[in-house]
């Protein structure tokens, strides 16, 4: 019951996610450049969080991971304002180097979470 909460509340914020996404007037009808970084951050938030919903992460890694994610965001932000509403290749570049590296971060977080031994359960007193 507890993971079938996880599943449906991981489902609701991707889907909430995406819906803002499209309907953020800060992204509607701006540079393609601004559009693939913006895109790739909340895809990357999603991935983050399926991943603590199905366990592979825990809640405070993913926590981390859109923190960072919302930090390149805000990046992309300040370098299109300065921009007159668009960014450069080389800032997109730079943009989409620091998503792989929180791409990759996850990735490392998925596999030390697997290969990490699986708790034992607690003796049960009465034998049953």
């Known amino acids: 019951m507890k993971s079938a909460i996880k599943v449906i509340t991981g489902l609701l914020v991707i889907a909430f996610s995406l819906q803002s996404l499209a309907e953020d007037p800060k992204i509607k009808g701006d540079h393609p450049r ?21 366990g592979k992460i825990t809640d ?9 994610d919302n930090r390149i965001e805000r990046q992309e932000q300040r370098e299109a304002a300065a921009n ?10 730079q943009l ?13 977080m998925e596999k030390r979470d ?9 003796p049960n007193p009465t034998g049953n």
């Open 34 to 54: 601004r559009k693939q970084v913006v895109n790739r951050a909340q895809n990357q938030k999603a991935k983050n969080n399926a991943a603590a919903v199905n």
């Open 114 to 122: 697997a290969a990490a031994p699986a708790p034992t359960p607690a």
């Open 84 to 93: 007159g509403g668009h960014i450069t290749k080389g800032e997109q570049k």
């Open 60 to 68: 405070k890694q993913a926590k981390k991971l859109d923190r960072q």
């Open 96 to 108: 989409n180097r620091e998503e792989n590296h929180v791409n990759q971060e996850r990735r490392n």
